[in-house]
């Protein structure tokens, strides 16, 4: 259970609420546009969830590189993807990330170590592996932050590939999101074993288990982890953070009227919102100056959304072969 | 070609290179690449131990060393995803299967992210990946050994899929596929590792798309995919016993796949037999014949054949094997029957059916 947020400089702590902000006020506007049927693509918000990736990827240069998943709004935004060229990939525009050809589960921002995420549950941990294996090659200390939620772990790759890069000692951080839920279904009915940690160390490289609502503490294990790999010192690790979605599973809604989960499930969770318990550490003039600057960033993003143009029809054939 | 009465035809000699097996090729073309290009690497189950994928990665790591040319765990799905992150990063991938079997494990990465990363990440992103894997056949290879599966990548877009039959194809499009921007899936044939033919020393490409017309012959087009390339020119010398002239072509590529010269050929010749090295049922040929009838063809209609595998598992007793597999023989009596309708008992004397294994490919290129 979340107990709330470790301490921090003013400095950290001021970055990391632009961030949590920014991750939680895109996605409350996205889905207040939803209904207007003004974004042409299924969302799974990570409403709740931000605290893990803002985290992690504050841990990270910016020439580090993240893959994240369908549900990886935060971790694209919490990297420094562009938020106007992802408004409009939403929106289906040809000024959004992917040209309009991607969609909500298909963010990617190259030139901000963004790499495209995935639809297919699991499917881009291998693929921040190879990653990392042509950053190792590369020499310049460049790591990987691969997220993936609970229900990868039920994936035979993911396994595969925790094995290759202990094994290739590859610098990549596996970051687990467990919100307890793979679409509606809960772990009890999916997992014989519940020690992630254990599984995980028995491959051959370091796990723990965190409060996916403690910014501060991710952070502070994601910083410990990538130091190491940058010299080579030392080879991948794994931090499975406890977290819980507070949206359906795609959506703008919520769904505890759906009859699987009850809204005293997200109580807890609730009560230790890293948004509001990190915002709360700050003073109220500087907490502002932050609020209506992402409040400006979100709103440009819509209205570049708004104001880019369709793809044109020629689109259609272009990019099937480099 | 060396043909049964043992006349070599005549090469183009500036060209021509040494005799060179198929097997010696591919290694050739990959150091040549690697030589060339510090990007490119090798990896996949066996690359480096002491059989070498049948020689055909000899001499790689003893020139490259374990951190380009490396095994894997077997982890074919993890190892595929591996492959195309290294490819996103700017790397060039290699990665080798000894079976194409093996590639139904690569299905997710290679359909769902390698095939569409291009075009699903607005063209941000490419990956320069070859995936190596070889159809087996005979000794009792069977049901899951033996099995050409490139349809089933040709009908994915973004992949590119290539099936040389012989040596000097082998080195062009292994070279070719290094250099593409995209991902390339390259098929092999157990039994044309051994079979030679003139291959340039030089490093040089053959250009995808380009379809190879292996013999000429003005009374029936023959297509054969593959190691059936070769089968059916067999196949073609027995038909010539009986003063039936063939066009064989290798399309040599599959996607993309060069129509045009399938279309002219049987424009020409007015009947089409395409000879796959896998089913009919939503195969190669089935694709080969569907785009040539869908095409208006001004001057007269085409007649149109197929054979490929029976419709079963491959078995493994040699019994049942042989039966399984399209043959010089059988390919020759079914063209014959395509040439001349009224007269559907002819089929080759046996003996010259088992001369006819002597054919090889040999240019001119």
């Known amino acids: 259970m979340p107990d709330g947020a470790s301490r921090a400089d003013g400095e950290t702590l001021e970055r990391l609420y632009g961030k949590l902000y920014l991750t939680r006020r895109f996605e409350e506007v996205v889905a207040d546009i939803y209904p207007t049927d003004k974004i042409k693509s299924p969302v799974h918000l990570s409403i709740g969830q931000e605290p893990i990736a803002v985290g992690v990827c504050d841990a990270l240069r910016a020439d580090d590189v993240v893959s994240g998943t369908y549900r990886g709004h935060a971790a694209y935004l919490a990297k420094g993807g562009d938020a106007k060229a992802m408004m409009a990939e939403l929106f289906g525009k040809d000024g959004g990330c992917a040209r309009g050809k991607g969609g909500s589960m298909h963010l990617v921002d190259i030139a901000h170590g963004v790499l495209g995420s995935s639809a297919v549950v699991g499917s881009t941990v291998?693929?921040?592996?190879?990653?990392?294996?042509?950053?190792?090659?590369?020499?310049?200390?460049?790591?990987?932050?691969?997220?993936?939620?609970?229900?990868?772990?039920?994936?035979?790759?993911?396994?595969?590939?925790?094995?290759?890069?202990?094994?290739?000692?590859?610098?990549?951080?596996?970051?687990?999101?467990?919100?307890?839920?793979?679409i509606h279904e809960p772990i009890e009915k999916r997992w014989a074993a519940r020690d992630l940690i254990a599984k995980v160390t028995a491959f051959g490289l370091p796990a723990s288990r965190m409060d996916g609502s403690d910014v501060v503490a991710i952070r502070a294990a994601a910083a410990s982890a990538v130091g190491p790999m940058r010299t080579g010192a030392h080879g991948p690790s794994f931090i499975e953070c406890l977290t819980y979605r507070w949206r359906e599973h795609v959506g703008p809604n919520a769904d505890f009227d759906a009859g699987y989960r009850s809204r005293a499930e997200l109580e807890p969770w609730a009560a230790a919102d890293a948004v509001t318990r990190v915002g709360a550490m700050l003073g109220p003039a500087v907490r502002h100056t932050i609020e209506s600057e992402i409040e400006r960033q979100v709103r440009d993003a819509v209205s570049f959304a708004e104001q880019s143009s369709m793809p044109a029809l020629s689109e259609l054939k272009t990019h099937v072969f480099a | 070609m060396s043909s049964l009465n043992g006349k070599e035809p005549a090469t183009n000699?500036?060209?021509?290179?040494?005799?060179?097996?198929?097997?010696?090729?591919?290694?050739?073309?990959?150091?040549?690449?690697?030589?060339?290009?510090?990007?490119?690497?090798?990896?996949?189950?066996?690359?480096?131990?002491?059989?070498?994928?049948?020689?055909?990665?000899?001499?790689?790591?003893?020139?490259?060393?374990?951190?380009?040319?490396?095994?894997?765990?077997?982890?074919?799905?993890?190892?595929?995803?591996?492959?195309?992150?290294?490819?996103?990063?700017?790397?060039?991938?290699?990665?080798?299967?000894?079976?194409?079997?093996?590639?139904?494990?690569?299905?997710?990465?290679?359909?769902?992210?390698?095939?569409?990363?291009?075009?699903?990440?607005?063209?941000?992103?490419?990956?320069?990946?070859?995936?190596?894997?070889?159809?087996?056949?005979?000794?009792?290879?069977?049901?899951?050994?033996?099995?050409?599966?490139?349809?089933?990548?040709?009908?994915?877009?973004?992949?590119?899929?290539?099936?040389?039959?012989?040596?000097?194809?082998?080195?062009?499009?292994?070279?070719?596929?290094?250099?593409?921007?995209?991902?390339?899936?390259?098929?092999?044939?157990?039994?044309?590792?051994?079979?030679?033919?003139?291959?340039?020393?030089?490093?040089?490409?053959?250009?995808?798309?380009?379809?190879?017309?292996?013999?000429?012959?003005?009374?029936?087009?023959?297509?054969?995919?593959?190691?059936?390339?070769?089968?059916?020119?067999?196949?073609?010398?027995?038909?010539?016993?009986?003063?039936?002239?063939?066009?064989?072509?290798?399309?040599?590529?599959?996607?993309?796949?060069?129509?045009?010269?399938?279309?002219?050929?049987?424009?020409?010749?007015?009947?089409?037999?395409?000879?796959?090295?896998?089913?009919?049922?939503?195969?190669?040929?089935?694709?080969?014949?569907?785009?040539?009838?869908?095409?208006?063809?001004?001057?007269?209609?085409?007649?149109?054949?197929?054979?490929?595998?029976?419709p079963t598992t491959c078995p493994t007793t040699p019994a049942l094997e042989q039966e399984f597999y399209p043959n010089p023989a059988r390919i020759a009596a079914v063209g014959y029957r395509l040439v001349r309708p009224g007269d559907g008992k002819w089929s080759p004397d046996p003996r010259r059916a088992e001369l006819s294994y002597q054919v090889q490919f040999r240019g001119p290129f």
């Not at chain 2, 080798?96 to 769902?112: A, E, K, P, S, T």
């Open chain 1, 126 to 182: 291998p693929i921040a592996m190879g990653y990392a294996f042509a950053l190792k090659r590369e020499g310049r200390g460049r790591v990987v932050a691969a997220f993936f939620g609970d229900g990868a772990t039920e994936e035979g790759v993911l396994w595969e590939s925790l094995n290759f890069a202990a094994l290739h000692k590859l610098p990549i951080l596996f970051v687990c999101e467990n919100n307890g839920y793979a």
């Open chain 2, 13 to 310: 000699g500036a060209r021509a290179g040494r005799m060179l097996r198929y097997v010696d090729a591919l290694a050739e073309a990959v150091a040549q690449e690697m030589e060339r290009d510090p990007r490119v690497f090798v990896y996949g189950l066996d690359v480096d131990d002491h059989k070498r994928i049948q020689g055909s990665t000899k001499g790689l790591l003893e020139r490259f060393g374990p951190e380009r040319v490396f095994t894997t765990p077997l982890s074919e799905d993890a190892m595929t995803g591996f492959g195309i992150g290294a490819a996103m990063a700017g790397m060039r991938p290699v990665h080798v299967h000894i079976r194409m079997d093996f590639l139904m494990l690569c299905m997710n990465q290679l359909v769902n992210m390698a095939a569409k990363a291009h075009y699903m990440y607005g063209g941000t992103v490419k990956v320069p990946m070859v995936v190596r894997s070889m159809i087996g056949k005979s000794w009792g290879q069977g049901a899951q050994h033996s099995q050409g599966l490139y349809s089933m990548f040709m009908h994915v877009p973004g992949l590119k899929v290539v099936a040389p039959s012989n040596a000097y194809d082998a080195k062009g499009c292994m070279i070719a596929a290094i250099r593409d921007d995209n991902p390339v899936i390259f098929v092999e044939h157990r039994l044309l590792y051994p079979t030679e033919a003139p291959v340039p020393v030089e490093p040089f490409v053959v250009e995808f798309g380009r379809a190879r017309v292996m013999r000429r012959g003005e009374d029936l087009t023959i297509v054969g995919i593959s190691n059936m390339a070769v089968e059916c020119l067999r196949a073609a010398e027995l038909l010539a016993d009986a003063g039936i002239a063939a066009d064989v072509i290798d399309p040599v590529c599959l996607a993309p796949l060069d129509v045009d010269t399938i279309i002219q050929s049987a424009e020409q010749t007015g009947r089409l037999l395409v000879v796959d090295n896998a089913w009919t049922n939503c195969g190669a040929s089935a694709e080969i014949i569907a785009r040539v009838a869908e095409r208006p063809v001004r001057n007269r209609s085409i007649r149109f054949e197929r054979m490929g595998f029976a």
